[in-house]
C-alpha cells in the first residue's frame, strides 16, 4: 500500500505565500513524478505544477512565477511554494503521486491524496 498525506493548507491574505508539503509513505520502490493539482468549486481538477525524480518541472501558465517545486527522492517527499496568492487560488490542492512499488516494479501506479483546502481572502 502508498499513502500520500498533505500538509500546509490554510487561509492566506491575497499577495501573501505558502508553502505545501507532501509526504508518501508505504511500499515504495520508486516515486517517478509528484505533482500538486487543485480543484475549485465547481470546477474540474487541474495541474499546479509538477516535478520528476530527475528534477524537471512544469507549471500552469497561470502559476508559472508564482510557485516553487521541490522534491526530496530519499524522503519521498516534495514541497509547493505559493508566492502573491490571489483569490482564485482558492481550492483544495491534492497531492498526487506517480509511484513504482516493491511489489511489482514494473507497473507505476498513479496515487492521491485527501486534499488540503487553501482560501486566499482579499
Known amino acids: 500500500q502508498v499513502q500520500l498525506v498533505e500538509s500546509g493548507g490554510g487561509t492566506v491574505e491575497a499577495g501573501g505565500s505558502l508553502t505545501l508539503s507532501c509526504s508518501a509513505s508505504?511500499?515504495?520502490?520508486?516515486?517517478?513524478?509528484m505533482a500538486w493539482y487543485r480543484q475549485a468549486p465547481g470546477e474540474k481538477r487541474e495541474l499546479v505544477s509538477n516535478?520528476?525524480?530527475?528534477?524537471?518541472?512544469n507549471s500552469a501558465d497561470n502559476m508559472k512565477g508564482r510557485v516553487t517545486i521541490s522534491m526530496d527522492n530519499a524522503k519521498n517527499t516534495m514541497q509547493l511554494h505559493l508566492t502573491n496568492m490571489r483569490p482564485e487560488d482558492t481550492a483544495i490542492y491534492y497531492c498526487n503521486a506517480k509511484i513504482r512499488r516493491l511489489s511489482n516494479r514494473y507497473f507505476v501506479g498513479d496515487y492521491w491524496g485527501q486534499g488540503t483546502q487553501v482560501t486566499v481572502s482579499s
Open positions: 516535478i520528476t525524480k530527475d528534477g524537471g518541472t
Open positions: 508505504g511500499e515504495i520502490f520508486m516515486v517517478e513524478v
